[in-house]
């Protein structure tokens, strides 16, 4: 056996920049595998002669695979008749090895029937040369096979930086749209909790509220999408307290007729808070009984859209006696029918100034003769379902005693 590495390995990834494609050609690593040592120091010195230096030779077949293994050559000299490992059962095993289906092999023979060299063909083979070996074929073949890999690397070096790119690139985006996120989160619930604390400081009402609406809206199996913007947006469902007075809002006892109405404009109100209006159009919407049918009613936020219907539809009922549109049944947004559900559960199972905290049965009780006049009997339904998660949230987000 004889095996010889010539010269120090490099790649062509490690030229110089400045490297023309005939010096990258010729700094490929040639491998040359043939049981007579004289037919492979005539094809070296050959290639030699025309600036070729880095060569892998072997006159023992049976370590060509090993060999191509740890060298990984740019192309593959290989003779067909060899004792022990014939050139077509190794060119065989490289076709089958991961990372070497490609690399080129000119085979070197003196056999000259067809039948060998469809044999060859049918493996891998890249190319043939007769022997005795003669130059004017040996060079341009070698240079055309070698200039192709090197534009065949060239590509997948360009592949695998635009994947690490891509992949970086997505992972920046990942981070951002998850700081987006993040911060999209606290800005609605410090706005939902700007108008709680107009109300006597109600604690983890929107949060709880948000949680509850979003346990609904999943056992009614609503998209993920969905569940998560509910659970959002059904926090901004009393936004329109803002705009209600001090007066009105903080009163302690029961409101009259007049008081009441004034309340009942949370719920437009809300709608227009977070649209984008022109002063005449404001101006007019302030006279307007329905004074915020258009308060949520800003940019295209899929949780603003929805956030909007909630502020003005959490306050209908299922019968058509609810504020402020009298809406009936269906015509409800779904959302609105949600957000109902929970708002009313959250406000009768905690103390407020006006009331004690009701418990869980109690707070059943009541909302069940309740179904189809103030709920939609599907919401009402799935909230039942989820009992247990109620606890749970009820438990999480407990305001602090007083």
């Known amino acids: 056996m004889s095996v010889a590495v010539l010269d120090e390995p490099r790649t062509i990834a490690q030229a110089a920049p400045s490297l023309s494609r005939v010096d990258e050609v010729k700094s490929s690593k040639v491998m040359i595998v043939d049981d007579e040592s004289m037919n492979i120091k005539i094809v070296r010195r050959f290639l030699e002669l025309e600036g070729y230096s880095r060569f892998v030779v072997s006159t023992d077949s049976r370590e060509a695979i090993n060999l191509l293994a740890e060298e990984q050559p740019d192309v593959l000299l290989l003779d067909l008749m060899m004792p022990h490992v014939s050139g ?20 070197l023979t003196a056999v000259s029937d067809n039948e060998t060299k469809l044999e060859a063909l049918e493996l891998g083979a890249t190319d043939f040369l007769n022997k005795p070996v003669d130059a004017s074929e040996l060079i341009p073949r070698v240079r055309n096979i070698l200039t192709v890999k090197c534009f065949q690397d060239q590509l997948q070096r360009q592949k695998a930086d635009l994947e690490r790119y891509s992949h970086d690139l997505e992972d920046a985006v990942r981070v951002r749209t998850a ?8 800005v609605i619930y410090c706005l939902a909790r700007a108008a709680e604390y107009r109300d006597d400081d109600t604690g983890h009402h929107v949060l709880r509220v948000g949680r509850y609406a979003g346990l609904i809206a999943e056992a009614l199996g609503l998209d993920k999408r969905v569940v998560h913007s ?13 705009g209600i007075p001090d007066t009105v809002l903080l009163k302690p006892g029961k409101l009259t007729e007049e008081e009441f109405a004034v309340m009942q404009r949370h719920a437009g109100l809300g709608k227009r808070i977070l649209r984008r209006l022109p002063v005449e159009e404001e101006s007019q919407l302030r006279e307007h009984a329905q004074m915020g049918h258009v308060i949520l009613e800003a940019g295209s936020s899929p949780v603003l859209e929805m956030a909007r219907d909630i502020a003005l539809t959490h306050h209908e009922w299922w019968d058509g006696t609810g504020y402020p549109l009298g809406l009936q049944g269906e015509d409800i947004p779904r959302v609105g029918r949600i957000t109902a559900v929970a708002d009313v559960f959250d406000a009768l199972s905690t103390k407020r100034c006006y009331k004690p905290a009701f418990p869980l049965e109690k707070c059943l009780q009541i909302m069940e003769a309740e179904r189809r006049t103030h709920f939609d009997p ?8 989820v009992e247990s998660e109620v606890v749970k ?10």
């Open 179 to 186: 700081e987006l996120e993040a911060s999209r989160e606290d």
């Open 230 to 242: 509910l659970r959002l947006a059904a926090q901004l469902h009393d936004i329109g307290k803002i």
């Open 88 to 107: 077509l059962e190794i060119l065989a095993q490289i076709r089958k090895q991961a990372g070497h289906e490609f690399v080129p092999v000119i085979i």
């Open 378 to 385: 599907q919401a009402l339904d799935a909230f039942r379902s």
């Open 393 to 402: 949230i009820q438990l999480e987000y407990a305001d602090e005693c007083r």
